[in-house]
């Protein structure tokens, strides 16, 4: 097991990396007034384990998935917290994956202006991205993550045990990732590169987990709440890979990333930005995650339709984070007329 230290100027926060990361909880709550927050999948799979780790704190259960990340359960969340009668002492844990972290990460924020959490992540890309970094949210009216707090939490729990039950959709999604952070990072990408036939092992997933859990808490500690442009970096892939998210909507988040990934490594190569073999490579390891990339009807639309959501109102240009160099990246500013044309060309089957 690794410790891996987040030097955040609001609030430092420590990750165990490994096994036996979520043994650790027995430590870090003993003695204290715990709350839990899951989903009801991930409490069906670990009700036992959680009974034996949390003993008789209270377990708030909400529904899985994205379309349950709204203000109902959040103040379904705050509500319990109080019938529990948390106060400023008490500890969240936030057991789940991406969704549940935001959520309940936001409810610690808010509850009495903000108690402890800790971050218990159980699908992959929960672990190597999301639970660390204190980003926390809810949508709301159609809108991504436009309600949250930067919030770090006390600890974060990064345990391979949670991974056995993960399917592999959700496996793809986390690998998605952790092939952008290679992209950011040379040293992963060798390692990715090296080990590309085992990608999907559970054991090469635990070993890179600690390496991408790192790389981001470099990057959250030079720009924590995304002021300086630093954390930007961490979107490579995902301009094109949310507008096929929103479009689209079959595949999970990180595979559209990598889809993202993909197309966008064309465009640095047609910018000049990153040489044909260095933009090659990357294409080969996207390919070994999720095989051969399919033509998208109406991707030009796709596209328009992103860049016209809310967030994005009254630009009138994309900013991509571009592969440059192994491990290095370049924003380039695209007008929406170049991007859309491209995407279409590339993502449409045009050529
Ligand atoms: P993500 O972490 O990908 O952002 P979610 O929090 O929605 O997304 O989790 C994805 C799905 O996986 C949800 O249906 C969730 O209940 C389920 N899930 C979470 N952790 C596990 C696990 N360890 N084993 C099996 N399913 C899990
Ligand atoms: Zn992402």
């Given at each position: 097991m690794q410790t891996i230290e987040v030097k955040t100027k609001s609030r430092p926060s420590t990750v165990y990396c490994g096994k036996g990361a979520a043994e650790k909880a027995r430590d870090i709550l003993r003695g204290k007034d715990v709350f839990v927050v899951t989903d009801a999948n991930v409490f069906r799979l670990y009700e036992k384990w959680a009974g034996d780790m949390f003993g008789d704190a209270p377990i708030c259960v909400v529904p899985a998935g994205e379309r349950h990340k709204n203000r109902g359960t959040l103040f379904a969340i705050l509500d319990k917290m109080l019938d529990a009668r948390l106060n400023r002492g008490s500890v969240l844990v936030a057991l789940g994956g991406g969704v549940v972290g935001d959520m309940a990460g936001l409810a610690a924020s808010l509850y009495m202006r903000g108690i402890h959490a800790v971050q218990v992540?159980?699908?992959?890309?929960?672990?190597?991205?999301?639970?660390?970094?204190?980003?926390?949210?809810?949508?709301?009216?159609?809108?991504?993550?436009?309600?949250?707090?930067?919030?770090?939490?006390?600890?974060v729990l990064c345990d391979p045990m949670f991974l056995h039950t993960l399917p592999p959709r959700e496996l793809r999604c986390g690998l998605g990732e952790i092939v952008k952070t290679g992209a950011l990072d040379a040293d992963i990408l060798d390692k990715l590169e090296k080990n590309s036939d085992r990608l999907f092992d559970l054991s090469f997933m635990e070993d890179v987990t600690a390496d991408c859990v790192r790389f981001k808490a470099g990057v959250v500690e030079k720009d924590e709440c995304e002021r300086n442009g630093l954390r930007k970096c961490l979107n490579m892939g995902h301009t094109t890979g949310h507008a096929l998210e929103l479009f689209y909507g079959r595949r999970s988040h990180g595979e559209y990333v990598l889809i993202g990934m993909y197309f966008e490594s064309i465009i640095a190569e047609r910018k000049g930005v990153c040489s044909r073999v260095y933009a090659e490579q990357l294409r080969a390891l996207i390919q070994k995650v999720i095989g051969r990339i399919p033509k998208f009807r109406n991707i030009g639309e796709a596209a328009r339709v992103a860049l016209f959501d809310k967030k994005n109102e009254g630009k009138n240009e994309v900013s991509l984070i571009l592969p440059k160099t192994r491990g290095g990246f370049a924003e380039a500013k695209l007008s929406i007329g170049d991007y859309v044309g491209m995407i279409e060309e590339i993502g449409g089957g045009v050529l």
């Open positions: 992540p159980t699908t992959l890309l929960a672990q190597v991205d999301s639970s660390v970094g204190g980003k926390t949210a809810i949508d709301h009216r159609g809108v991504k993550n436009v309600i949250g707090a930067f919030y770090q939490p006390e600890y």
